[in-house]
């Protein structure tokens, strides 16, 4: 009911609802207060009220709630900004199958931050997320193998996770994929899958792929 109400959007009503099944102890009721309560809807604002509901969630394992608490954790929002916890609580998540916290851990593990640094476990926690389609971990698992960090440097992989991501729009992924094309990495080299790519990039607001368009344009190289 409480759902249902949400969905037809009666916030006020949905909050609620939700608030009582939290009380009783249901931990998808209170993720979704803390959702409400961070953002606002069908309640006044409260980020550290947010923050509590969220961890009662959290200490039941639901994942929604330990991937917010990681956010809160990592950003400061509602808590003293704490990487070491941001990670605990990202790693909780991811374990319990929430993609984007598998992308979260890939990224602490890689900047070492919260963490030790390694480059290895970063780059399977990215192949994991980008198994399950995360798109921002697929172009991240591109560049991890064209660079050859955590993993052996392979070419012929990192265009087919570029390709995965550039498929489904990511811009960034468009001028990767574009620039082993445009060097013949991995691939036959093709100037024109090169601009191909370069140029859907730069329409999905890539800067540096529209620095090149237009470079291109004023040089007399290439026409939209």
């Given at each position: 009911?409480?759902?249902?109400?949400?969905?037809?959007?009666?916030?006020?009503?949905?909050?609620?609802?939700f608030?009582?099944?939290?009380?009783d102890?249901?931990?998808?009721?209170?993720?979704?207060?803390?959702?409400?309560?961070?953002?606002?809807?069908?309640?006044?604002?409260?980020?550290?009220?947010?923050?509590?509901?969220?961890?009662k969630?959290?200490?039941q394992?639901?994942?929604?709630?330990?991937?917010?608490?990681g956010?809160m954790?990592?950003?400061?929002?509602?808590?003293?900004?704490?990487?070491?916890?941001?990670?605990?609580?990202?790693?909780?998540?991811?374990?319990?199958?929430?993609?984007?916290?598998?992308?979260?851990?890939?990224?602490?593990?890689?900047?070492?931050?919260?963490?030790?640094?390694?480059?290895?476990?970063?780059?399977?926690?990215?192949?994991?997320?980008?198994?399950y389609?995360?798109?921002?971990?697929?172009?991240?698992?591109?560049?991890?193998?064209?660079e050859g960090?955590?993993?052996?440097?392979?070419?012929?992989?990192?265009?087919?996770?570029?390709?995965?991501?550039?498929?489904?729009?990511?811009?960034?992924?468009?001028y990767?994929l574009?620039?082993?094309y445009?060097?013949?990495?991995?691939v036959?080299?093709?100037?024109?899958?090169?601009?191909?790519?370069?140029r859907?990039?730069?329409?999905?607001?890539?800067?540096?792929?529209?620095?090149?368009?237009?470079?291109?344009?004023?040089?007399?190289?290439?026409?939209?």
């Open positions: 009911m409480a759902a249902d109400l949400y969905q037809k959007g009666d916030k006020i009503s949905a909050f609620n609802a608030l009582e099944l939290a009380i102890g249901d931990a998808d009721a209170q993720a979704m207060v803390g959702f409400m309560l961070e953002n606002g809807e069908g309640c006044e604002q409260n980020i550290e009220e947010a923050f509590g509901w969220y961890q969630a959290a200490d394992g639901q994942h929604v709630a330990l991937f917010n608490l956010q954790y990592k950003t400061g929002k509602g808590c003293p900004q704490n990487e070491a916890a941001a990670f605990g609580a990202f790693m909780k998540a991811a374990r319990a199958g929430n993609v984007h916290a598998m992308f979260e851990v890939a990224q602490m593990m890689e900047a070492g931050a919260g963490t030790p640094k390694s480059p290895e476990r970063a780059a399977n926690w990215y192949e994991t997320a980008a198994q389609g995360h798109v921002e971990a697929q172009n991240c698992l591109g560049a991890i193998y064209q960090q955590g993993v052996e440097q392979n070419y012929e992989k990192a265009r087919e996770w570029y390709e995965k991501a550039a498929e489904q729009g990511h811009p960034r992924a468009m990767n574009g620039m082993l445009d060097k013949g990495w991995g036959e080299r093709d100037s024109e899958k090169a601009l191909e790519w370069c859907k990039a730069a329409h999905a607001g890539h800067e540096k792929a529209q620095s090149i368009i237009r470079r291109l344009q004023e040089e007399g190289k290439i026409v939209f």
